[in-house]
């Protein structure tokens, strides 16, 4: 079974940056595409960005669009999510996940296997 293993949250103030990790084992993380996810307590988990296997295509929920950049590292197996310009609704804990590029988009709560997750806080 794949493994998700999410890091590099925290507190940051509005307007400032983070660079949330994503290692993968388990599975060859070549082969999908990943995807960023995000949820906060008591509400559903929502698509953030997505990346596919060569990195040739991504795509952003239109909250983050301008401000997060996904990428990937093959090499390392490593998904990543720089964020910029943080603001308090990006307040959330963040999930990384693979899969067919629609599928990370469009079906992602059908997902049965997520890791820990990595909270980010950000204050106004």
């Known amino acids: 079974q794949v493994q998700l293993v999410e890091s590099g949250g925290g507190l940051v103030e509005a307007g400032g940056s983070l660079r949330l990790s994503c290692a993968v084992s388990g599975r060859t993380f070549s082969s999908y595409a990943m995807g960023w996810f995000r949820q906060v307590p008591g509400k559903e988990r929502t698509f953030v960005a997505t990346?596919?296997?060569?990195?040739?295509?991504?795509y952003y929920a239109d909250s983050v669009k301008g401000r997060f950049t996904i990428s990937r590292d093959n090499a390392k197996n490593t998904l990543y999510l720089q964020m910029n310009n943080l603001v308090p609704e990006d307040m959330a804990i963040y999930y990384c996940?693979?899969?067919?590029?629609?599928?990370?988009?469009?079906?992602?709560?059908?997902?049965?296997?997520w890791g820990q997750g990595t909270q980010v806080t950000v204050s106004s």
């Open positions: 990346i596919s296997w060569s990195s040739g295509d991504t």
């Open positions: 996940n693979q899969g067919a590029y629609g599928t990370v988009v469009n079906a992602f709560s059908k997902f049965t296997n």
